[in-house]
């Protein structure tokens, strides 16, 4: 069954310092999202893009954020300048698009960051 | 703004039916979603259902969704041990496109 697959699984990273987290879509998807759940928390959109161009994002999705799809296969997650609290775990989804699209997302595993 | 909110624990014995109730607030949503979620895993649909329904039957899982109180529910029958996870209710006003989820219930299945 095709699946959402997020590298890495886990990354550990200074303040201040740019983490990039990567994610390949099922192949024939159209929409792309990211979210993110701090421990404990709800789990919160931060964006999605359609035709290689964001189509919502949230207030959490700043100027330290931004997302790319750099080959037609990958879709990254870049943040700038990682602050303590952009500690949690990021999943990465997408969804079809297409006539029998029923909206479910796909959700990939995860990428859980730590920022020390 | 919109607002999805779950109770956060349930604990049943194996074999017992489970329900876990979810709130909402967004009286434009269309699709409401449960996302089971295992630990150290991602977001697993279970089920959706449009909000032009009132019920959704799937194997051992039944939704119930009352619109009017923008309430909606999930019933696992005969509860498994391999059930225990954390369950997140969602709800998007748009085809699959920006999800609000609950904070997410623990279910947890005594053997």
């Known amino acids: 069954e095709p699946e959402v697959t997020q590298t890495p699984s886990h990354q550990v990273t200074q303040m201040g310092q740019e983490v990039i987290l990567r994610c390949v879509p099922i192949?024939?998807?159209?929409?792309f999202y990211w979210y993110r759940q701090i421990l404990g928390q709800k789990v919160e959109f931060l964006v999605s893009?359609?035709?290689?161009?964001?189509?919502?994002k949230s207030e959490i999705f700043d100027d330290q954020f931004s997302v790319e799809r750099p080959d037609g296969s990958n879709f990254t997650l870049k943040i700038r300048s990682t602050k303590l609290e952009d500690s949690a775990m990021y999943f990465c989804?997408?969804?079809?698009?297409?006539?029998?699209?029923?909206?479910?997302?796909?959700f990939g595993e995860g990428s859980r960051l730590t920022v020390l | 703004g919109e607002d999805v909110e779950q109770s956060l624990f349930l604990s049943v014995r194996e074999g017992d039916s489970s329900v876990i109730n979810c709130t909402y607030t967004?009286?434009?949503?269309?699709?409401l979603y449960w996302y089971k979620q295992e630990p150290g895993a991602g977001l697993q649909l279970l089920t959706y259902i449009f909000s032009n329904m009132d019920m959704k039957q799937d194997q051992r899982l039944t939704v119930l969704l009352n619109k009017k109180d923008k309430h909606l529910s999930l019933r696992i029958a005969d509860t498994q041990t391999g059930d225990s996870a954390i369950y997140f209710c969602a709800e998007s006003n748009r085809y699959g496109n920006k999800l609000v989820f609950g904070a997410g219930t623990i279910l947890r299945v005594k053997s």
């Open positions: 192949s024939n998807h159209l929409y």
């Open positions: 989804a997408s969804s079809g698009g297409g006539v029998e699209n029923t909206g479910e997302l796909f």
């Open positions: 967004d009286s434009s949503s269309t699709y």
């Open positions: 893009f359609y035709n290689n161009e964001i189509s919502e």
